[in-house]
């Protein structure tokens, strides 16, 4: 199929371009990208695309499938169809599934798994929305530190890498600094993204809310900040004496970010996430005890958010996560701090920091979409190309303007575990090309 956007705004971060262009798609491929294309053929499929904005496919750092063992919740294919739906082009999983993806196995297993492309067994509703000749988005496999996430033995690293992860997390906080500090020597040589996620559990107790005066006005149990940033400075020393390239996950206070900026001011091989709810909300929203607002770490305060914000676009808070993490119905129908902790996003995040960061000015659309595609690739070692001719297309195309309803029915997700659940939202992505 060959398609040519007209007048579509291009935003590439890659090249720094935000600007109005034609682009020409064919095979797969970008096959031209100018001011304006005349010369083309009689089946190219010509879209008005004034409007719209086509950026590189996005890139997710870390979300939860439910599949293997929690199938209800998420499976294989639904995740892709969600992340696809959501404008994400490459998507990783936490090995916080059922087993634990800690052996080489259980990698070979679920690589086999992944659906190829819209026409897979039982995508009856799928994906639709891609070229015929797409894949399904990329999925890569985070593998386990330790053996079931347990904190305790380490796992075979090297057979891991070897398998294909695409790096290595435990995706809950590791608290055994002795075994952090062998982790990190280890991994060395691997030459593998390693991303830890630093909580102090003991701080952090029963806890289930940011501590400050709207923990106290809702009569929820506080977690310290100190929780977060104790356990951020201790990762920091041991990287500054292994030298181990680092990730940190879920960066969610104010202070976090002063440490982590004053990191790598000192050259620490050092990169940071914190998450788009993070971004979008604080302490303030909890009033409606919403249990899809009980977050891990909880929402800061205002004052964090506003950092999280300011780090973002200042490149010390490098890539923005989605963290999808689908739970049933039934899960989370709960008192609020019973519910377990999470959050969908796949298919919100885009068109809700657009809406509140891009369309309010205080994000440009390049630095969005920076944080979202470009940054979270290179986070993971890996590369986006720049919109230009002869690359692969691995494009979203996306609507600002397209309002929808947030319902099962609107959703590719099997989880409904969203504030935003019965809200009419401004923007969807339009075209997803893998």
């Given at each position: 199929m060959t398609e040519l956007l007209q007048k579509v705004r291009v935003i590439d971060p890659v090249s720094e371009i935000d600007e109005l262009f034609d682009v020409l798609i064919a095979d797969g491929y970008i096959r031209e990208v100018a001011s304006h294309i005349s010369d083309i053929s009689s089946d190219t499929q010509?879209?008005?695309?004034?409007?719209?904005?086509?950026?590189?496919?996005?890139?997710?750092?870390?979300?939860?499938?439910?599949?293997?063992?929690?199938?209800?919740r998420e499976t294989l294919l639904s995740f892709l169809q969600a992340a696809a739906a959501g404008g994400f082009t490459r998507v990783s999983i936490l090995p916080d599934t059922s087993p634990v993806i800690d052996n080489p196995a259980l990698v070979a297993q679920l690589q086999q798994k992944r659906p190829e492309g819209h026409k897979s067994?039982?995508?009856?509703?799928?994906?639709?929305?891609?070229?015929?000749?797409?894949?399904?988005?990329?999925?890569?496999?985070?593998?386990?530190i330790t053996v079931d996430i347990a904190g305790k033995?380490?796992?075979?690293?090297?057979?891991?890498?070897?398998?294909?992860?695409?790096?290595?997390?435990?995706g809950k906080p590791l608290e055994n600094l002795a075994l952090v500090q062998r982790v990190l020597e280890y991994?060395?040589?691997?030459?593998?993204?390693?991303?830890?996620?630093?909580?102090?559990?003991?701080?952090?107790?029963?806890?289930?809310?940011?501590?400050?005066?709207?923990?106290?006005?809702?009569?929820?149990?506080?977690?310290?900040?100190?929780?977060?940033?104790?356990?951020?400075?201790?990762?920091?020393?041991?990287?500054?004496?292994?030298?181990?390239?680092?990730?940190?996950?879920?960066?969610?206070?104010?202070?976090?970010?002063?440490?982590?900026?004053?990191?790598?001011?000192?050259?620490?091989?050092?990169?940071?996430?914190?998450?788009?709810m993070h971004l979008l909300l604080d302490t303030k929203a909890v009033k409606s005890y919403h249990t899809s607002l009980h977050l891990d770490p909880p929402l800061g305060n205002p004052s964090d958010m506003a950092a999280?914000?300011?780090?973002?676009?200042?490149?010390?808070?490098?890539?923005?996560?989605?963290?999808?993490?689908?739970?049933?119905y039934e899960e989370k129908v709960q008192a609020f701090a019973e519910a377990p902790a999470g959050?969908?996003?796949?298919?919100?995040?885009?068109?809700?920091?657009?809406?509140?960061?891009?369309?309010?000015?205080?994000?440009?659309?390049?630095?969005?979409?920076?944080?979202?595609?470009?940054?979270?690739?290179?986070?993971?070692?890996?590369?986006?190309?720049?919109?230009?001719?002869?690359?692969?297309?691995?494009?979203?195309?996306?609507?600002?303007?397209?309002?929808?309803?947030?319902?099962?029915?609107?959703?590719?997700?099997l989880s409904q575990n969203t504030p935003w659940l019965g809200q009419q939202l401004k923007g969807h992505v339009v075209q997803t090309w893998c």
């Open positions: 010509i879209k008005d695309c004034q409007g719209l904005v086509l950026g590189p496919g996005l890139v997710d750092l870390y979300s939860h499938s439910g599949e293997p063992g929690f199938e209800e067994k039982g995508a009856e509703k799928s994906l639709s929305f891609l070229l015929p000749c797409s894949p399904a988005p990329l999925l890569h496999l985070w593998g386990a033995q380490m796992t075979e690293l090297a057979d891991l890498a070897s398998a294909g992860v695409v790096g290595f997390t435990d991994l060395q040589p691997l030459g593998k993204p390693v991303a830890f996620w630093p909580s102090d559990r003991q701080l952090t107790a029963n806890g289930v809310m940011r501590e400050g005066t709207d923990a106290l006005r809702f009569g929820l149990p506080p977690i310290p900040a100190s929780a977060e940033t104790t356990a951020i400075a201790a990762m920091l020393e041991l990287v500054a004496a292994i030298g181990t390239p680092v990730h940190i996950m879920r960066v969610s206070t104010n202070r976090s970010v002063e440490l982590i900026a004053s990191a790598k001011a000192a050259g620490l091989p050092i990169t940071a996430s914190t998450t788009w999280l914000r300011a780090g973002v676009r200042a490149g010390v808070i490098d890539a923005i996560a989605i963290d999808h993490t689908p739970y049933s959050a969908i996003g796949l298919e919100l995040a885009l068109p809700l920091l657009w809406q509140y960061l891009v369309e309010t000015e205080e994000f440009t659309a390049l630095e969005l979409w920076r944080a979202l595609s470009t940054n979270p690739a290179e986070c993971l070692g890996q590369k986006v190309s720049a919109i230009v001719p002869h690359q692969p297309a691995e494009l979203t195309l996306f609507d600002p303007q397209q309002t929808w309803k947030v319902e099962r029915k609107s959703l590719y997700t």
